[in-house]
């Protein structure tokens, strides 16, 4: 009997072999177990950032008031004026360093110290004594900078000697304006320099003026600003001879231009 047994075991190891071997049998595959989903690769690309940096606007605060009367025997119109006045600041590039080192070798050490009316002097005197005038074509309104008319060996017009003398008193912490000006009937026309004074006294000025270059008068002008202050503005005009001397004879009109671009118009 246990030799039967054992020989039914033996054929049933054997069948079941078989059975697997030969793809018979297949295992269940439970529908309650998930799927797992395929795992995915990130491909990620490189960021550039770019970065543009924002440059502010400034607006200027201050706007010259714009005065206009027309100058006798001539039609111009305030865009003239106005496209005057930027040629005009442009040309007194008294912040250049070529008029700056210019400025300083004109001064004398009589007159070092901080700036003085003596310092003024000098260089006036000093262009004024290297000066050679050289004119300019019929109708050509060129503004030779400060700069170039030192470059040039200190020749030119007489514009181009008014800007020169506003860029470098400028240059040296001084206030100077450009002028130009209309003999009557319209011709010849003129430009000249002046120069503010007065913080130490108009008669005291007069008095270092005329001990120095042995005069008897100075010439200036009395402007009122808009707020009502009254300033004294000395004539420094290549023709006069000395700081201060005989203004040109116009025609009543004056075209009065500032290095910061302002403009008015000036009568009487």
Not at 13 to 41: C, D, E, H
Request: charged share 10%.
């Amino acid at each position: 009997m246990k030799k039967i047994e054992l020989i039914t075991l033996v054929l049933i190891v054997i069948f079941g072999m078989y059975y697997i071997v030969n793809g018979v049998y297949q295992p269940k595959i439970s529908s309650n177990i998930p799927a797992l989903s395929p795992q995915k690769t990130v491909v990620t690309s490189p960021v550039t950032s770019t970065f543009t940096p924002v440059v502010p606007t400034v607006t200027p605060t201050f706007i010259p008031t714009q005065q206009y009367i027309q100058p006798v025997g001539t039609t111009p119109t305030i865009s003239v004026y106005n496209t005057r006045a930027v040629a005009i600041s442009k040309a007194i590039d008294y912040l250049n360093p070529t008029v700056k080192n210019f400025a300083n070798q004109q001064v004398q050490h009589s007159s070092s110290g901080t700036y003085n009316l003596n310092q003024v002097a000098d260089i006036w005197q000093s262009i004024y004594n290297q000066w050679t005038y050289v004119s300019d074509p019929p109708n050509f309104d060129y503004w030779t900078s400060a700069s170039d008319s030192i470059t040039n060996g200190l020749k030119g017009n007489c514009a181009d000697y008014a800007v020169l003398n506003a860029a470098v008193i400028e240059s040296i912490g001084g206030t100077a304006r450009v002028v130009t000006a209309c003999a009557p009937g319209g011709s010849p026309c003129h430009a000249y320099a002046e120069v503010l004074i007065g913080s130490s006294g108009i008669q005291s000025d007069a008095n270092y003026i005329c001990s120095r270059y042995n005069c008897k008068t100075i010439n200036y002008h009395v402007f009122t600003t808009s707020s009502g202050l009254t300033q004294d503005w000395l004539n420094l005009d290549w023709s006069a001879n000395y700081p201060g001397g005989p203004f040109f004879q116009d025609d009543g009109t004056m075209q009065i231009y500032y290095p910061n671009g302002a403009h008015l118009t000036s009568t009487g």
